[in-house]
């Protein structure tokens, strides 16, 4: 088999509009207004009468239009991402939320009456008698009805949306993406001064062999977002109480947090057990913190040092070029399964992927899904660590999970948030193993503590995330609480987590600013430690049973959201509402915390 060598760039979105000033786009509009407008002159057919073949019409015809929402909304969202400093494309991320909201409140009679204006019976009845793929979706509609309001006040929530809390969101992004980060390094008697345009390259440096390069990238990231604290703050506290008021007030959830696990098709006590778990474990990586400050030969490890590698030579550090990182991902994935590496391999074929590092490109690494007939796009930060390599085999196992699901309607295609990091963390972790062949005690030593690190960024780090989310949404309601409050209160979480294992200095207060998923969706860091511990169970589960796990597997991934996680779960023999569950994963963490210090 030939070397699979795609080069760093841009990706290419004429797959979804060629030309978004056109007359083709426009037309392409044009013809969604016009299916939206049959489907209004239907309206009339929808009665406890109403037979199962109408139903699934209507169900089909909104899918269709939500296909080609998508293809225009994700357009404006991954041109607006490669470039955040394009007023135009800004512009077309408004123009296609103002559309979005409007098709939304003309569609809102079907999803409304489905909820509220049809008698039991008739639910019933056309849950049992359509296709069964839509079954625990409208079962879960049915369940949100309790939260649903009248239609005319869901139309001026729908509406008012666009130039409310996602025009806040988007002032966040672009303000954000365009921040410049001053780095001062003492060279001797000489002070170097290097200027950062773009969040993710300066956060290499946290990782750094050099301490005070490590040093320097968190003064210089807390300085700037404390700079900017006033403005970020009041964003996020808008966003909180705009929160309460629709979804507490207006809607009756018990709690903010509920709201996120409802819409995953989660019981509260699941996600309750989850994080108290998670809190009773913190003790876990207190011990590996102080067993890494012995590694490191410091008395105590200080926060700024969190993600030091073991290793001060940089030459043990592993850089990867963009061809070899695609090659090592793909053969990972092939080695796994054939299909994985062929999924994979379509999204760069079609130019689906966007890896360069520029000024103004959205920070971070996401794959975006658009449509199960369609190919995913990935964008990526790609600068040659082993760091990167993971986040690409994380972001394009999320294209496999999407793609393996593409037999779903669009309706019940996207896995519910619980189980969205399901593939990419089981693509981490294969690709972990990958990297393990072949390596000295050195490189194997330095690899498991980069992995025991990812564990705690992704598991105990995110559960306190949430912690915060909870507290922090508590205080703005009831005390209403200032930006410096909020900065003390999740100081003091970050004590919490981390015991007397970290030094933790004041300048951490600032941190919960740059976390853009406090500020784009409430609630949702619980997911990757739900997903992170859960693939750690799948993952001893294909170890010990090898490939006829992987049909199992496959059979998870292919449900997309047509189930509620909690019973598809079961049938593979996973009890995500017990306590003992979820404390496996914690048991093995610290196996491999153990095998860290028998290597020192």
Request: glycine letters at 4%; charged letters at 30%.
């Given at each position: 088999m030939t070397?699979?060598?795609p080069k760093v760039g841009s990706w290419k979105l004429d797959d979804l509009v060629k030309d978004p000033n056109g007359k083709e786009f426009q037309e392409f509009l044009e013809s969604i207004s016009t299916k939206v407008t049959q489907l209004e002159n239907r309206r009339k057919n929808l009665n406890d009468k109403v037979s199962t073949g109408e139903f699934e019409d209507f169900l089909h015809s909104i899918e269709e239009i939500s296909e080609k929402i998508n293809i225009a909304g994700g357009y404006a969202h991954l041109s607006y991402a490669a470039d955040t400093s394009s007023n135009e494309r800004a512009a077309l991320v408004t123009k296609m939320g103002i559309f979005g909201s409007n098709i939304a409140n003309r569609l809102l009679f079907f999803d409304l009456w489905f909820k509220k204006g049809v008698g039991e019976e008739t639910a019933q009845r056309l849950i049992e008698s359509v296709?069964?793929?839509y079954r625990e979706y409208l079962k879960h509609q049915r369940l949100l009805a309790k939260y649903t309001l009248t239609e005319p006040e869901e139309k001026i929530i729908t509406t008012l949306e666009v130039t409310g809390t996602s025009a806040l969101i988007k002032i966040y992004d672009r303000m954000t993406s365009g921040f410049e980060f001053v780095v001062t390094l003492k060279r001797g008697r000489r002070s170097i001064t290097r200027t950062f345009t773009n969040k993710e390259k300066l956060l290499t440096l946290i990782r750094s062999t050099k301490a005070e390069e490590r040093e320097a990238a968190y003064n210089s990231l807390l300085q700037v977002y404390k700079k900017?604290?006033?403005?970020?703050?009041?964003?996020?506290?808008?966003?909180v109480i705009e929160w309460r008021d629709e979804y507490m007030t207006m809607r009756g959830f018990r709690s903010p947090i509920s709201v996120r696990n409802t819409h995953n098709d989660l019981d509260d006590t699941t996600v309750e057990t989850l994080l108290a778990v998670c809190r009773r474990n913190s003790i876990v990586f207190q011990d590996y913190f102080k067993q890494k400050a012995k590694m490191l030969g410091v008395k105590k490890l200080q926060r700024y040092h969190l993600y030091a590698p073991l290793s001060i030579k940089a030459s043990d550090q592993k850089r990867f070029t963009y061809g070899k990182a695609t090659d090592t991902v793909l053969k990972t994935f092939e080695d796994f399964h054939p299909k994985f590496r062929e999924f994979a391999e379509k999204v760069f074929n079609e130019q689906h992927v966007d890896s360069e590092i520029r000024k103004s490109k959205l920070g971070g690494a996401f794959?975006?899904?658009?449509?199960?007939?369609m190919t995913p796009y990935v964008l990526l930060n790609f600068d040659g660590k082993s760091r990167d390599v993971s986040t690409m085999a994380h972001e394009f196992g999320h294209a496999i999970h999407s793609m393996t699901a593409s037999d779903k309607p669009i309706t019940v295609w996207d896995a519910p948030l619980p189980?969205?990091?399901t593939a990419s963390v089981f693509a981490e972790m294969l690709l972990?193993?990958?990297?393990?062949?072949?390596?000295?005690?050195?490189?194997?030593?330095i690899l498991l503590a980069e992995q025991i690190d990812d564990m705690y960024a992704t598991i105990m780090r995110q559960a306190y995330f949430t912690l915060f989310e909870i507290d922090a949404h508590r205080v703005v309601a009831e005390r209403n609480a200032t930006i410096d409050m909020l900065s003390e209160l999740y100081l003091n979480n970050l004590k919490e987590q981390f015991g007397d294992s970290v030094n933790v200095t004041d300048d951490f207060q600032w941190e919960w600013l740059y976390i853009p998923h406090f500020y784009h969706t409430p609630f949702y860091c619980y997911a990757y430690s739900f997903g992170n511990l859960l693939v750690i169970s799948l993952y001893q589960q294909y170890k010990s049973e090898g490939k006829s796990f992987i049909?199992?597997?496959?059979?998870i991934l292919s449900a997309g959201g047509s189930q509620k996680p909690e019973y598809l779960l079961k049938e593979s023999g996973i009890d995500i509402s017990k306590d003992e569950f979820w404390q496996q994963g914690f048991d093995l963490?610290?196996?491999k915390i153990q095998e860290l210090k028998k290597m020192n």
């Open positions: 070397l699979f060598t296709s069964p793929v900017n604290s006033g403005v970020l703050g009041e964003i996020y506290q808008n966003r794959c975006s899904s658009i449509s199960p007939k189980l969205a990091e972990n193993d990958k990297l393990s062949e072949r390596i000295t005690r050195v490189e194997r030593r049909p199992k597997y496959l059979d963490v610290a196996a």
